[in-house]
């Protein structure tokens, strides 16, 4: 199967926050980011990525760059590669670790300016997150 690991960055090169992530079907992921900026339905709406791109220009003004691309047999192996990512290139972007296997790891979705969202509802400064 192949594989991209990507960053989803801002054009405007003084605007240093980024986004990681991994598919196996780069177009269609794309597409699913691009309508996930403006699905006011849909819980993603208020994730801490979307809302940058809207406060920043829209998706007009973000461009996907490919950091690998490859094939392999295991899907585990491509989150286990865009896992060593996020850990190399601390994305400011990201809300969750990569899914690997059984292990998945949620943290609380945060809108930009830090608050928790829980069913499309935002909770200011009701939950303290700390990470081992």
């Not at 990512?85 to 979705?109: C, D, R």
């Amino acid at each position: 199967m192949k594989y991209w690991i990507y960053k989803i960055k801002c054009k405007n090169n003084e605007i240093e926050e980024f986004y990681i992530g991994s598919t196996n079907k780069l177009s269609s992921r794309k597409s699913q980011h691009k309508k996930n900026v403006h699905n006011k339905v849909s819980k993603k709406y208020w994730c801490k990525l979307y809302q940058f791109i809207r406060a920043n220009g829209d998706w007009d003004n973000f461009e996907i760059v490919v950091l690998e691309a490859g094939t392999c047999e295991e899907p585990d192996y491509i989150r286990h590669k865009e896992q060593e990512y996020i850990n190399q290139l601390n994305p400011t972007l990201n809300s969750i670790k990569a899914k690997i296997g059984v292990e998945y790891i949620q943290l609380p979705a945060t809108d930009i300016a830090g608050n928790v969202i829980q069913n499309n509802e935002i909770f200011v400064n009701q939950v303290e997150f700390n990470p081992k």
